[in-house]
């Protein structure tokens, strides 16, 4: 079934410690984006790639690198995690920067203890 | 500096009744705005969208309004039902943004509830 994929669904983590969060998508889309949803504060955006190759930084992107080496993947990754990264986080893509419809995984539920 | 608003976190609407849902944006280079749904532990899903270019959108019990010099937007959900319940992203995007191009911009989002 074409879509995006996330992994893992939840973790709970030792502060300190280096996580990565991966998404993979199916669906060709050449934009893709990290967000986090925290309660009251919506949904922010991390870091993002317009395409293979190239990333950017968004609202909130300390504290988190990403990598787009393909098409298809588009990790994230905490290298030492902190208490204030617990959040739920999601991965979106688009066919392209001038499209507009974003889809998005099913999330990752981050608790960093 | 939150470019886009929905001010009220929570909306409670008996069932066959009407919700509206509000969204207000300050950026005056946004031309394109999208609704996205979301329900417990599932990402958001898309809903429906309106260009700039227009003032209405509809798709069956749903209707979005836009009011451009206001700059304001509104989700109308016609007739209400429990399986609408769920919390509903507003979202703006701007053509010509540089290297956030195609970049959308969310609100905090609203808890819609219909009750029976």
């Known amino acids: 079934i074409a879509g995006i994929t996330q992994a893992p669904t939840s973790q709970i983590l030792a502060a300190g410690r280096r996580m990565t969060l991966r998404c993979t998508q199916d669906?060709?889309?050449?934009?893709m984006y990290w967000y986090r949803q925290d309660l009251g504060l919506g949904l922010r955006l991390i870091h993002y790639s317009n395409t293979a190759g190239t990333t950017g930084k968004g609202e909130v992107p300390d504290g988190y690198s990403v990598s787009r080496a393909n098409t298809d993947d588009f990790p994230l990754t905490l290298a030492s995690a902190v208490p204030s990264q617990t959040s739920v986080y999601f991965c979106?893509?688009?066919?392209?920067?001038?499209?507009?419809?974003?889809?998005f995984g099913p999330g990752t539920r981050l608790t960093v203890l | 500096d939150q470019q886009v608003k929905q001010n009220s976190p929570s909306l409670s609407v008996q069932e066959g009744r009407i919700s509206i849902l509000n969204c207000d944006y300050t950026n005056s280079m946004f031309d394109y705005f999208l609704w996205y749904k979301k329900y417990p532990a599932e990402g958001p899903t898309f809903l429906i969208s309106i260009s700039s270019i227009k003032d209405k959108n509809e798709d069956g019990r749903f209707t979005v309004f836009l009011n451009k010099s206001a700059k304001h937007l509104s989700l109308h959900i016609v007739p209400s039902q429990p399986g609408d319940s769920a919390v509903y992203f507003c979202a703006a995007s701007g053509v010509n943004r540089g290297s956030t191009l195609g970049r959308l911009y969310f609100g905090r989002g609203t808890q819609l509830t219909v009750w029976p």
């Open positions: 669906m060709r889309h050449n934009a």
């Open positions: 979106a893509s688009k066919q392209g920067p001038s499209y507009n419809e974003q889809f």
